[in-house]
């Protein structure tokens, strides 16, 4: 079973920083791409920012210049460090995370539980 576990969320005053982690743990053969996406209410869900495993990143037009997504291969963790929030960044932020198990090398996709970002003064 593979699992994903964020953490990093809270309240922050707009112009603050955070920095959302996401664990992948399990039975994992290797990590694909893994991808951050928010969901603020009467809003449809957005993807943030993906990276694959070569490093290759790429963010939406609302968040380029101010988020930047890393990974920790070793630790098999993801991370989205927010700069210069904005209130209209307010959002449930959700981790999802594609790849092979071992043995079987079949693939999984799975999401996080989710973590609450709020920016407000």
């Known amino acids: 079973q593979v699992q994903l576990l964020e953490s990093g969320g809270g309240l922050v005053q707009p112009g603050g920083s955070l920095r959302l982690s996401c664990a992948v743990s399990g039975n994992i053969y290797r990590i694909n791409d893994v991808g951050w996406y928010r969901k603020a209410p009467g809003k449809q869900r957005e993807q943030v920012a993906r990276?694959?495993?070569?490093?290759?990143?790429n963010y939406a037009d609302s968040v380029k210049g101010r988020f930047t997504i890393s990974r920790d291969n070793a630790k098999n963790t993801v991370y989205l460090k927010m700069n210069s929030l904005k209130p209209e960044d307010t959002a449930v932020y959700y981790c999802?995370?594609?790849?092979?198990?071992?043995?079987?090398?079949?693939?999984?996709?799975?999401w996080g539980q989710g973590s609450l970002v709020t920016v407000s003064s």
């Open positions: 999802n995370a594609a790849g092979l198990r071992t043995f079987t090398r079949a693939s999984f996709d799975v």
């Open positions: 990276i694959d495993p070569a490093g290759s990143t």
